[in-house]
């Protein structure tokens, strides 16, 4: 079974920092990656799929990359409304899915 | 508009049964594939199983598989989960979530219902 890890497992940050959270897969995931964003009472959102394909209505400021077993998640410049938690999660056509464990990005 | 409406979460004793359901609108219900996942108080995400966009094929998460039963109504466009000998690591918020079409991750979720466990 494929392993998915993030780091760091918490962040914390300020208003107008760049952010980057990492996401590792226990072996080659190609780019059936995507990225969801938690906030406290609230059912994930969708971010970015494919590894760095945007999801429409998602701000610009949200990026992502990486191919293989490495992935990256980058917020260009954190805003209020960016603090919650984000979870990488592995795809693939067999629709069984696994999540890393989270990253939750907190007011420095 | 696309909306999810989960129900039937509740208060159930270990080893009790539980169904939840999924009102699906806003999409044709029976062209997609759909999803349950949850989430345990203060953790993480966790998937727990799949149903295919035709209907025929389902997956199970190894900590649910012999214990859950996915499946739909078209009829009605919903989405199930039949929940039987339920332990304390079954509490949690569950999610019922669409699968993109054409692709294979989550594009729209539910708000969730919350099933509790205990004896």
């Known amino acids: 079974d494929i392993q998915m890890t993030q780091s760091p497992p918490t962040l914390s940050a300020s208003v107008g920092d760049r952010v980057t959270i990492t996401c590792r897969a226990s072996q080659s995931i190609s780019n059936w990656l995507a990225w969801y964003q938690q906030k406290p009472g609230k059912a994930p959102n969708l971010l970015i799929y494919?590894?760095?394909s945007l999801e429409s209505g998602v701000p610009s400021r949200f990026s992502g990359s990486g191919s293989g077993t490495e992935f990256t998640l980058t917020i260009s410049s954190l805003q209020p409304d960016d603090f919650a938690t984000y979870y990488c999660?592995?795809?693939?056509?067999?629709?069984?899915?696994?999540f890393g464990p989270g990253t939750k990005v907190d007011i420095k | 508009e696309v909306q999810l409406l989960e129900s039937g979460g509740g208060l159930v004793q270990t080893g009790g049964s539980l169904r939840l359901s999924c009102a699906a609108s806003g999409f044709t219900f029976s062209s997609y594939a759909m999803s349950w996942v949850r989430q345990a108080p203060g953790k993480g995400l966790e998937w727990v199983s799949s149903?295919?966009?035709?209907?025929?094929?389902?997956y199970y998460a190894d900590s649910v598989k012999g214990r859950f039963t996915i499946s739909r109504d078209i009829s009605k466009n919903t989405l199930f989960l039949q929940m039987i000998s339920l332990r304390a690591e079954d509490t949690g918020i569950y999610y019922c979530a669409k699968v993109r079409y054409g692709d294979f991750f989550f594009d729209y979720w539910g708000q969730g219902t919350l099933v509790t466990v205990s004896s």
């Open positions: 494919q590894a760095s």
């Open positions: 999660q592995h795809y693939n056509s067999l629709l069984i899915f696994t």
């Open positions: 149903l295919s966009s035709s209907g025929s094929s389902t």
